[in-house]
């Protein structure tokens, strides 16, 4: 957030710091409810497979058409007293009129910085966009990996830290903080979604041509891009960058009681085995289940066997692919249930030995939202998984539209849970 920078006692940084403070202040009462206790204390059972009224959550949201009553406009003129602003405007905004179960850290996270040289590969594009004010858009990937030539491009990256930039914003925050909270400082999740970055690197049709006519030059790609995806990792790992105290991983409750692992010592370096492991390949969906193990779960293992624990999946039905997974992969403690996966063929399979981390269909609430569809989405999901033991989790999210239309959000989480209190209490 910071650059080091010497902020001068002016005019601009008193107001700064009022604004900030006093919305501190407010985040801070939230954070003191003993609901979050409560919802803490959820989160981590659920992700300990125990059954019960699952958390609700929504993440990623189109904040630039849910400006309501200028609640989300930001005031303050220094850049990083307004990234601390826009932060919290978002989550009291949400807290407002949507907040399904949220949690609210007693305490504002300051994450660790650090650069990486990166693995050599460019992402060239044309971008087409329907909404200037909207981060999803249409994409046009130029191919940068057509040859064997292209894949010797690779290179392993080097990870540097910033330590006393890290003290800097601990510092800049507090003050800007004003007593209200702590700035507290936190490493990085390991989210590792190497299908998402070579499709970027070369756009899907020519990926999927090359899985039936050249599944060796995929496999030198993969390989290329797993050696630089560890390599990066290793050196977070050695610079204590990696983190086991953090809220979400990627928009699912991260909280467990098992991590860290045995014989961590408090305030040291966060260990691989301390900590959870993210991956997917949303673009595999069409793929058959000995294509995606091929070509995606046995590399991304090599990862996932030195971590805690794995949660695998995103976009993509998985329905065909759990038995792949689930021999591969010891450590799987959750898995992606996308809307277009057959939800009972996951919980059949299963049943309360994994999460079930369903994703609503974030369609339900882009142009309208209908209580009533809402409602038999969730119902069915209940159903489902009431009947074969899974511990489930319900988080809608990759909402790139509500048409300008707030209260669709504010719908969606208060008919979900009607629904839930239908079954729960």
């Not at 030995?353 to 609503?360: D, I, L, N, S």
Request: net charge negative; glycine share 8%; proline share 5%.
């Amino acid at each position: 957030m910071g650059d080091g920078v010497l902020i001068e006692n002016t005019a601009a940084w008193k107001r700064d710091k009022e604004i900030v403070g006093g919305l501190a202040k407010r985040y801070a009462e939230i954070a003191s409810l003993p609901l979050m206790q409560k919802t803490r204390r959820r989160m981590t059972e659920n992700n300990g497979l125990i059954m019960g009224r699952p958390p609700v959550l929504l993440h990623e949201l189109p904040w630039h058409e849910l400006n309501i009553d200028g609640k989300l406009t930001l005031t303050c003129e220094n850049a990083f007293a307004r990234g601390m602003e826009q932060r919290f405007r978002r989550a009291l905004y949400q807290w407002e009129y949507c907040p399904g179960d949220m949690y609210f850290e007693p305490v504002f996270t300051i994450q660790k910085t650090f650069e990486s040289t990166g693995n050599g590969i460019e992402v060239v594009e044309n971008a087409r966009y329907t909404d200037e004010g909207n981060n999803i858009y249409s994409h046009e990937y130029i191919d940068q990996l057509a040859n064997k030539s292209d894949v010797e491009k690779f290179r392993l990256p080097t990870v540097t830290a910033y330590p006393e930039r890290d003290r800097e914003n601990v510092s800049l925050a507090d003050e800007l903080l004003g007593g209200a909270l702590c700035a507290e400082l936190r490493g990085v999740d390991i989210y590792h979604a190497p299908w998402d970055n070579i499709a970027r690197y070369r756009g899907v049709t020519p990926i999927l041509v090359d899985l039936c006519d050249r599944p060796g030059h995929i496999h030198a790609i993969m390989k290329a891009y797993t050696d630089g995806a560890i390599h990066e990792l290793e050196q977070m790992e050695k610079l204590g960058l990696l983190e086991y105290r953090n809220t979400y991983l990627h928009c699912t409750p991260e909280f467990t009681d098992d991590v860290p692992a045995a014989g961590y010592r408090e305030g040291g370096a966060v260990r691989f085995k301390d900590v959870w492991f993210r991956t997917m390949a949303q673009m595999f969906s069409e793929v058959s289940p000995q294509m995606h193990e091929e070509f995606d779960i046995l590399y991304g293992k090599q990862i996932a066997d030195r971590c805690a624990l794995t949660y695998y999946g995103c976009c993509e039905p998985l329905h065909d692919k759990i038995d792949v997974i689930t021999k591969n992969i010891k450590n799987l403690r959750k898995i992606g249930v996308t809307p277009w996966a057959d939800e009972e063929r996951i919980a059949e399979k299963i049943g309360g030995g994994v999460v079930f981390a369903k994703k609503p269909n974030p369609a339900y609430v882009a142009i309208t939202a209908d209580p009533e569809v809402i409602f038999s989405e969730t119902v069915k999901t209940i159903e489902i998984c009431e009947k074969y033991g899974c511990p489930y989790e319900l988080v809608l999210k990759d909402i790139s539209t509500v048409s300008y239309k707030p209260e669709n959000l504010t719908i969606w989480a208060g008919t979900v849970k009607k629904a839930l209190d239908g079954f729960y209490g």
